[in-house]
């Protein structure tokens, strides 16, 4: 069992930047999870923003956020980062980090076994 703790979030300019950092804890070393990263802006359904292997080395973006978003983890720090760079007023949410047993990519909700709090991301025009 993992527990997960994003930080990070804040209110940012169109045009900013911010990395977002999910944390965990528990008796399984994150470094034997997929991660991914979804948000959920108000009266919208959970969507997928990113994912990354157990071993780091395959990652997948949903549209919206390639070419600015970037994932990535630091396995003796038990922790995935999101670098999102020139954020726009649409990338408003609350961001989420989830950890997935089978390590792999996976961009559904139903994928993942265990989910963090979430972070505020609010970026003004």
């Known amino acids: 069992q993992v527990q997960l703790v994003e930080s990070g979030g804040g209110l940012v300019q169109a045009g900013g930047s911010l990395r977002l950092a999910c944390a965990a804890s528990?008796?399984?070393?994150?470094?034997?999870?997929?991660v991914g990263w979804f948000r959920q802006a108000p009266g919208k359904e959970r969507e997928f923003v990113a994912v990354?292997?157990?071993?780091?080395?395959?990652?997948l973006y949903a549209d919206s956020v390639k070419g600015r978003g970037t994932i990535s983890r630091d396995n003796a720090k038990n922790t995935v980062y999101l670098q999102m760079n020139s954020l726009k007023p649409e990338d408003t949410a609350v961001y989420y980090c989830a950890a997935d047993r089978q390590g792999v990519i996976s961009t559904v909700t139903y994928g993942y076994d265990y989910w963090g709090q979430g972070t505020q991301v609010t970026v003004s025009s």
């Open positions: 528990g008796r399984t070393p994150l470094s034997r999870y997929g």
């Open positions: 990354i292997t157990w071993n780091g080395r395959s990652t």
